[in-house]
T-cell receptor
Framework: NAGVTQTPKFRVLKTGQSMTLLCAQD?????MYWYRQDPGMGLRLIHYSVGEGTTAKGEVPDGYNVSRLKKQNFLLGLESAAPSQTSVYFC???????????FGSGTRLTVV | GQSLEQPSEVTAVEGAIVQINCTYQTSGFYGLSWYQQHDGGAPTFLSYNALDGLEETGRFSSFLSRSDSYGYLLLQELQMKDSASYFCAVTNDYKLSFGAGTTVTVRA
């Protein structure tokens, strides 16, 4: 089992460009999450999903969109990247709302 | 919304005991989790408390008091590899909300 896999691991974007971050989990988890982490700070929830076909806004959703067309995949899109979106992005999954989250290794995104 | 408070830094020597406190304010509380994160790495799960009391996992223990909206992580027999950031996080309404983290530095 690979657990939670994120691609890509690193990316540099120019302001205004778009991109999609992919998160895949092979644990049949219902719940999936996208977080961002800025230097010296904790993780902040961007969007989450409680099952296939569902998405919901988290703490900092502006500038991002998500889709969960398949249970195992959770995509995070940036339509028009801004320097403020320079961050490390972590995907996570869990089998229940009270359980622990399994995290991917992160995507380091720089917007110039 | 949610808010969590934890100390920003703690320094201790090898073999010592460190306690990291976490106080929180939230609605729809399910439980309190603790995570460890080394520089450049992903957070890794340490413990989860849904009920009051102490949970022990090897050298690490975690405590929760729901009535006081308070918990702590206890790191015993500190080792150099324990130098990392430690985050408390509350689970509510399907999602985790994280504190800003405590940087633990272990000195020889």
């Amino acid at each position: 089992n690979a657990g939670v896999t994120q691609t890509p691991k690193f990316r540099v974007l120019k302001t205004g460009q778009s991109m999609t971050l992919l998160c895949a989990q092979d644990m049949n988890h219902e719940y999936m999450y996208w977080y961002r982490q800025d230097p010296g700070m904790g993780l902040r929830l961007i969007h989450y999903s409680v099952g296939e076909g569902t998405t919901a806004k988290g703490e900092v959703p502006d500038g991002y969109n998500v889709s969960r067309l398949k249970k195992q995949n959770f995509l995070l899109g940036l339509e028009s990247a801004a320097p403020s979106q320079t961050s490390v992005y972590f995907c996570a999954s869990s089998y229940s709302k009270g359980s622990t989250d399994n995290f991917g290794s992160g995507t380091r995104l720089t917007v110039v | 919304g949610q808010s969590l408070e934890q100390p920003s830094e703690v320094t201790a020597v090898e073999g010592a005991i460190v306690q990291i406190n976490c106080t929180y304010q939230t609605s729809g509380f399910y439980g309190l989790s603790w995570y460890q994160q080394h520089d450049g790495g992903a957070p890794t799960f340490l413990s989860y408390n849904a009920l009051d009391g102490l949970e022990e996992t090897g050298r690490f223990s975690s405590f929760l008091s729901r009535s006081d909206s308070y918990g702590y992580l206890l790191l015993q027999e500190l080792q150099m590899k324990d130098s990392a950031s430690y985050f408390c996080a509350v689970t509510n309404d399907y999602k985790l909300s994280f504190g800003a983290g405590t940087t633990v530095t272990v000195r020889a």
